[in-house]
C-alpha cells in the first residue's frame, strides 16, 4: 500500500477534536490509518475515523489528559456544586427512567423488542432504520429524567440526571453512545445534564448494547421478586 502523507494524523486529529471534542490517542490513529488507501479524501477519512471512534471504547480509544477526562474526585459528595470546564467526552453505560416504576420500565423494554413505541397514549408501530435504536429513542422520549451511568476515558464511572430534556436521552438510546460535556454543573457528586451543557455525539459499542438489553430486564423482574418478597416477610 502506498504510503498516507506527512502530516495526515495531525489534520484528522485536528478536525476530530475541534468538530467533535474527539482526541484520539496517537497508537489508534496510526493503526486507523494503516488500514485505509492513499488516496483517500481527507474528509472522508475524518467521516470513517468518526465512525469508529463512536463505535469504539473511549478507555481504549482516547487520550486521558486531565482536561479531556472527570477529575479524580468528581463523585465526592462533600463538594456541594462545581462546574466542569469541558469539553469532556463521556460514553452511556446505563440508563434509567426515573419517572417509571421498575415494571413499567420492563413493559417500556418489551414495548422496544416488539418494535412498539408510545405516543403519547397511543401504541405506535415503529418504522425500521439503519441505526438500530434512533426511532425508539425519539418515540420514547416522553418519559424521564434520565438517570444515566456515564464513564470517561479514563476509566472513571458516575451518575448523570437531566435537569432537563436532553435530545437523544432516553430508555432506548444506545449504549455505549458518546456525549460531549462542557460548563456541566456536578452536585454531590452527581452530573446535572441540560441542553445547553450536554450535546449528543450519538454512537454504540455493539457488545455492551446487546449485554445490556440481555441483561436489563431480567435485573428489574428481579428487583421487582425480591421486593415482593421483601413486602410479604415484613407483613
Not at 424521564?144 to 438517570?147: L, R
Given at each position: 500500500m502506498t504510503s498516507l502523507p506527512s502530516g495526515l494524523?495531525?489534520?484528522i486529529a485536528h478536525q476530530l477534536k475541534s468538530t467533535k471534542s474527539l482526541e484520539p490517542t496517537a497508537t489508534w490513529l496510526a493503526t486507523f490509518l494503516r488500514t485505509q488507501k492513499s488516496t483517500t479524501p481527507l474528509q472522508a477519512l475524518v467521516s470513517t475515523a468518526l465512525f469508529r471512534l463512536l463505535a469504539s471504547d473511549i478507555t481504549q480509544t482516547l487520550e486521558r489528559t486531565a482536561n479531556a477526562c472527570l477529575p479524580p474526585d468528581i463523585c465526592n459528595v462533600n463538594i456541594k456544586e462545581r462546574r466542569l470546564?469541558?469539553?469532556i467526552v463521556v460514553q452511556v453505560l446505563g440508563v434509567d427512567d426515573m419517572s417509571k416504576s421498575r415494571w413499567e420500565q420492563v413493559e417500556a423494554i418489551e414495548a422496544l423488542e416488539r418494535g412498539e413505541g408510545t405516543k403519547g397514549r397511543?401504541?405506535?408501530r415503529l418504522p425500521p432504520t439503519e441505526d438500530e435504536g434512533s426511532a425508539s429513542?425519539?418515540?420514547q422520549k416522553g418519559g424521564?429524567?434520565?438517570?444515566l451511568l456515564l464513564q470517561d476515558a479514563q476509566g472513571l464511572r458516575m451518575y448523570g440526571i437531566e435537569l432537563k430534556d436532553v435530545e437523544g436521552v432516553a430508555l432506548g438510546m444506545n449504549i455505549g453512545c458518546k456525549l460531549v460535556l462542557g460548563g456541566?454543573?456536578?452536585a454531590r457528586g452527581v452530573l446535572l445534564l441540560e441542553p445547553r451543557t450536554t450535546s449528543l455525539l450519538g454512537g454504540k459499542i455493539e457488545p455492551l448494547h446487546k449485554a445490556w438489553k440481555d441483561n436489563r430486564k431480567r435485573d428489574l423482574k428481579a428487583a421487582i421478586q425480591d421486593s415482593s418478597g421483601s413486602a410479604r416477610a415484613g407483613g
Open positions: 494524523a495531525s489534520q470546564a469541558g469539553p397511543e401504541i405506535i429513542t425519539s418515540v424521564g429524567p434520565h438517570k456541566t454543573l456536578v
